[in-house]
């Protein structure tokens, strides 16, 4: 892509140039390290429009939230203004739901409202920690720092969740595989066999007998069936999402799983010691960080903890130590860090420690969760397969002996 960038030498004099570069983040850099200071940044080809791109709406991902992020700190941190950056980004970024998001911050500065205001538009995509950080960084005058920051924690967030999927990826596909042999072996391979002992005027065993009236039923009603596991995966998500007391049931259930469980418990203490760490960092006050806290670890039992922790422990006199003592759902380690942390006051650094920690960990339950599900999802298929290949082969033989 070309560039062409205007800026200002250190003698205050103007400048421009042109630029071939993949991006406008290459060409910054290249601006900065001539020790010049960028005042525009535009890109050669065509504009999209601002009604073009309210009509081609599509999501916000973690990767361009990163991009955002990194990219708004480094012109802070070279003496940009946030009127250019945004120029400067909204050249860079093809992406309509991008570039839309861009000209709102813009317009929205152009009337003099707070940067953070326009992200409180976009609450699917950015969460009260995000919004709230950028509120606090623009409160203190530390912005740079906010996105920097941002942007590592979005980069870890990214890096875990690909982690995470790419270890279940091949279960996944190993289920999804399994499921579709089978459910062809029982809905069509299945009713042409019984159809045979039918005709043949000959009685299956009863064990196979059984298997041959699940597969003529799947047979006459796999669409109904289908429907039905549809309905019944989008009616729960629907009721996850709508009712608390569902939640809680669901996650009561999860929990007692094992592996899943705890694998789930140290993603949500993962989730809080980062989040907590990054809004105590930010200069947010502890209440009003630990409110934020619940809302963003998604496990109902530590948000319900939290909540107890501000409103009935260090509301009312409590120490922070002293308040987590008091909640069984948090581990003893966690308890006891923020209990000496609070006391050497550095509670923030240590919570931001845990959170690696607690990353570490959860890296390591995944593997020893898919290690254990690969080769129990085998004997699983191995035992389907089994049981409907001996319930045709038997009654087979059977029938070949009258012969």
Do not use: C
């Not at 009685?203 to 007998?209: N, T």
């Amino acid at each position: 892509m070309k560039f062409t960038y205007t800026a200002i030498k250190p003698d205050g004099k103007m400048t421009s140039g042109e630029m071939e570069a993949p991006g406008a983040a290459q060409v910054l850099e290249f601006i900065a390290s001539q020790g010049l200071r960028p005042v525009s940044l535009k890109k050669e080809g065509p504009e999209v429009g601002i009604a073009k791109v309210k009509f081609f709406q599509a999501d916000i991902t973690i990767a361009d939230k990163i991009f955002l992020t990194k990219y708004l700190a480094l012109m802070l941190r070279i003496g940009t203004d946030l009127f250019k950056a945004i120029d400067i980004l909204i050249a860079d970024f093809d992406k309509p739901a991008v570039r839309a998001l861009l000209y709102e911050i813009r317009e929205n500065l152009e009337k003099g409202q707070p940067f953070h205001v326009a992200f409180e538009k976009y609450p699917k995509h950015f969460s009260s920690v995000f919004i709230n950080l950028v509120k606090a960084g623009e409160q203190s005058g530390t912005l740079e720092k906010t996105f920097e920051q941002l942007s590592v924690n979005l980069q870890r967030e990214q890096a875990l969740r690909q982690e995470v999927r790419s270890a279940l990826t091949y279960p996944v596909i190993l289920v999804g595989v399994a499921s579709l042999v089978v459910l062809l072996l029982v809905s069509f391979a299945l009713p042409k066999i019984a159809n045979l002992f039918t005709d043949s005027g000959s009685e299956p065993p009863l064990f196979s007998k059984v298997v041959f009236t699940i597969g003529l039923f799947l047979n006459q009603y796999i669409w109904v069936v289908l429907l039905l596991l549809v309905g019944g995966v989008v009616g729960t998500w629907v009721l996850m999402q709508n009712s608390k007391t569902a939640q809680r049931v669901f996650q009561h259930f999860i929990r007692r799983m094992p592996l899943i469980g705890p694998l789930l418990k140290k993603i949500a203490i993962q989730r809080f010691a980062l989040t907590f760490s990054s809004l105590l960092s930010s200069g947010l006050p502890i209440l009003e960080a630990l409110a934020i806290t619940a809302d963003a670890v998604g496990d109902m039992e530590l948000k319900e903890a939290l909540t107890r922790i501000s409103q009935e422990g260090i509301a009312k006199g409590l120490t922070i130590g002293d308040a987590f003592k008091r909640e069984p759902a948090f581990p003893k380690v966690v308890t006891n860090l923020v209990a000496i942390s609070e006391k050497s006051g550095n509670l923030s650094n240590i919570l931001a420690t845990l959170s690696e920690f607690y990353e570490s960990e959860i890296k390591s339950s995944v593997k020893v969760l898919v290690s254990f599900l690969e080769p129990m999802l085998l004997v699983a298929i191995g035992v389907i397969v089994g049981v409907i290949a001996l319930a045709i082969i038997v009654p087979v033989y059977q029938l070949m002996g009258k012969f």
